[in-house]
Structures are given as C-alpha cells and as structure tokens.
C-alpha cells in the first residue's frame, strides 16, 4: 500500500487487530472495554452498553418477551488471535462456563501462528414445511403442484417482496413423499425453498407457507395441515477448515484417535459436537440470533444417516492436520433480536461482518476452533487441568469469598491442584476460612 493510500474500513479494522489484540486478557477489565471500543469504533453509548455502565433498557426487555419481571446478566467476553479467510477478528462471545473463551483465544493463536482457517458457503436456502397429511390422491396432487407451480412461486413472492427486491425470495417447491409412522397411507410434503438474504427467515416463511394454504388444497383437492418451517436448514449449509501443517506427529495422531472415538461412538460424538456448540451458541447468544433452532437443525443434521455422528472429522494427511467442518446453519444479521437488541448490535459491530453468510462462517470457525481446543486438551494434559485452574474462580465466589479475597482464594486452589490433582467447594471453603483466619489473628 502507498503512502498516499488509505486502508479501507475492513483493512484498517484488520490493521489495527494485528498490533491490539495482544495481552488482551492481562488487561484490566476497563482497559479491556476501551480496548474493543478503539479497534471497533464503539461510541460513547456503545461502549457504556458493554461496559454495563448503561443498564439494558427494561422497556426494550417488555417487548421481546411476556410477563417480563427483569433481565438476566450473562458474561460478554471477547475471544483474540482470530483470523479467518485472511481477516483478523475479535469474537463476542456471550456464555457462562469457565475456559470456552480462554480455549478459544489460545487456540486461535496457535493456528494463527502456525495454520489456516478457511470458510464457505453451501447454500442459501432455508426451508418452509407444507403438509398434506393424507393424501388421498397422490398422483393427482403431485401433477398439479407441477403445473402450477409458476404461479404457486408468485404468490410465494408476493409475501417477501422485500426479499425479492434484495435478490433474495423463494426459489422452488419440491414435493416430498413419506411413508406415515403409524403406517395409514402416505403423507405429502412441500419443502418451499426460500433466501432469505440478511435475516434468519423464519417469520417470512412461515408466512409465505400460510399464503400457499388455500392455493394448495384448492388444487389438489387435498387438505393441508401444518405450515411451518424447518429448522434443519441443510440448503444453508456452511463449512470451515483448519489445516495445520507439519504438526508433531504425536499430537496430530492423538487428535485423530479422539476424532475416530466420535465418529464410532455416538456417546462421544454427543460431547464431541457439544464442544463445537460451546463456540457456535456463544457467537449467537451474543449477535441475538435463535441458537435453539441452530442446535435442533445440527443435531439433525448430525442423525441423518441413521446414526448420530460428529460435525466435525480430524485426519492427518502427510504430516499436515486437516479438520473439517460441515453442518446447516441460519443465521440473522437483520430482523428479530439483533435489531432492538443495543448488544446484538455492538456484538456485530465489533465482528465486522457485512451479511448473514460472513455470520455464519465466522460462526463455523469458531466452533471448529473450539472443537481443536478440546481435543487438544484431551489428545496431552487431559480437559481437567486447564479447566479447573480457571473454574477456581467460581468455586471461590460459591463458597462466598469477597471481591478482594478471590485472588488469594484463586491461588490456594491451584495449590491444591497441583498437590491433589482435583479442587472442589470445600477446598475453596476451607481456604477461605484459613486466609480470614489469618487476618483476624494478624
């Protein structure tokens, strides 16, 4: 670059990662704030929302949900060292459990320093649900949602204007035939295929099979009953790859062995893939976006050969590890909560995405990344080591140390863990009792 030429917003917010991220977490929490504030462009209101100094509007609160009586405080955290498809990125991360943020920085760093993170894009669509339960005529009805389908498409339309005008908007109408479970007769299915560009979509394609209804039965002659989208979006699928190349082959292999325990044993593919959630759900939570319905459609996805399996493989290839990860995945960056939600939208601010796609495959990173922390753990140290000397934290304010007595709690209890290997609740107890001890009789 020139001297006489100037970084564009997406370079400069890349530039300005490469020097700040650094330390991060040895910083005061106020610096941390200003930190972000500075590389993200918060203003003065923006960052006294994150900080907590602004208090979440409860009047925002009354209209998202009923019965509201409060709000509930979840940690804000931002994850470092991130870089995915060449961009640095500060990740939000918005979760309760000790060391997912920890994990996900450090490991972060190791690939930033050593490998790569690529992303893509496999589909657009998302999907709405038209049934027809038993269907008494099946060749009829399909023959006639064939030749009608033109004009079902432009009704369909008609209701997402607005995502048409954005180049988005229901593509097809494909028929699905199922044999019923309770083995009375077969039961037809219309999955209407819908981009919803920016946002999630569940409310515009909810709306758009309730529109089709009428039209449906009066050409087929057939009555319709649920009309609904789907959450296993597997037209919106997204996959990320980390490739770290030349890793010692003890730990790559060690990394394969856990990958091979996951896809032969549904038990651990269960905890297998509950670690890539704890990434994926943490970046939802944060950007305001359903992580219900993102879990419900991978746990789908992940049964879909009849047998739960990981989303995610590890293989060593001439001494390179490659992980891989493939899974449906929906996401909003407009609509719904990351609208009226002020953090939703700082959360978005500081990740510097510009579509629900680029959402997305940050999401898929992040939770690949977290998915080799884990593993990682497992394959040398084992899991409880590192997260336990960062759960001591908690242990510390359970068994009620004040602020200013947790630091000296923090280090009797890795004291303990090093002697006992394990801490709990009545370690942190007993060494909160010794050190007030020690301040009465000193």
């Not at 530039?15 to 504030?37: I, M, P, T, W």
């Not at 955290?77 to 060391?99: K, Q």
């Not at 019923?180 to 560009?197: N, S, T």
Request: hydrophobic share 45%; proline share 4%.
């Amino acid at each position: 670059m020139s001297s006489n030429e100037r970084p564009s917003e997406s370079e400069g917010h890349e530039l300005r990662l490469g020097g700040q991220a650094s330390s991060f977490h040895r910083l005061s929490r106020d610096e941390r704030v200003e930190r972000v504030a500075l590389l993200s462009n918060l203003t003065d209101k923006e960052r006294d929302l994150l900080a907590g100094r602004t208090p979440f509007p409860i009047e925002v609160a009354e209209h998202l949900i009923e019965n509201v009586v409060g709000t509930f405080a979840m940690p804000f955290g931002i994850a470092t060292h991130f870089n995915i498809d060449g961009i640095s990125r500060l990740i939000p991360m918005v979760v309760e459990e000790t060391s997912i943020v920890a994990a996900a920085s450090a490991t972060a760093k190791w690939i930033a320093r050593e490998g790569s993170i690529k992303t893509e894009v496999l589909g657009r669509n998302i999907i709405g649900q038209i049934q027809i339960p038993l269907v008494q005529n099946l060749e009829y009805a399909l023959k006639a949602i064939s030749e009608n389908k033109p004009a079902l498409l432009k009704v369909a339309n008609s209701i997402v204007l607005g995502l048409v005008r954005r180049g988005g908007g229901v593509t097809d109408i494909v028929p699905r035939i199922l044999d019923r479970a309770d083995l009375k007769g077969k039961m037809l299915v219309l999955h209407v295929e819908c981009d919803p560009c920016d946002s999630m979509g569940a409310n515009s394609i909810n709306q758009v099979c309730e529109a089709l209804k009428p039209f449906i039965e009066r050409l087929t002659d057939e009555r319709v009953g649920l009309c609904i989208l789907s959450n296993l979006v597997d037209g919106r699928k997204v996959r990320a790859e980390i490739t770290i190349p030349n890793i010692d082959p003890v730990l790559g292999h060690g990394i394969e062995e856990a990958s091979q325990f996951a896809l032969t044993d549904p038990y651990r593919a269960t905890t297998h893939n509950k670690g890539i959630l704890n990434g994926i759900d943490a970046v939802l939570l944060a950007t305001g976006n359903d992580w219900r319905a993102v879990e419900a459609g991978m746990h789908a996805y992940a049964s879909l050969s009849g047998k739960y399996s990981p989303l995610s493989t590890w293989t060593m290839k001439a001494g390179h590890l490659l992980g891989v990860f493939e899974a449906p995945l929906a996401v909003g960056t407009v609509g719904g909560v990351t609208r009226v939600h002020p953090l939703a939208q700082i959360a978005l601010k500081i990740l510097n995405v510009q579509s629900s796609l680029e959402l997305a495959r940050v999401c898929a990173a992040v939770g690949l990344v977290q998915n080799l922390g884990a593993l990682r753990a497992l394959s040398t140290v084992g899991i409880v080591k590192g997260h336990m000397q960062l759960h001591a934290a908690n242990l510390a304010i359970a068994a009620g140390a004040e602020a200013h007595e947790i630091e000296q709690v923090k280090a009797a209890l890795k004291q303990i863990l090093q002697s006992e290997r394990h801490i709990t609740h009545s370690h942190a107890e007993q060494a909160l009792a010794e050190i007030r001890a020690k301040c009465v009789s000193g």
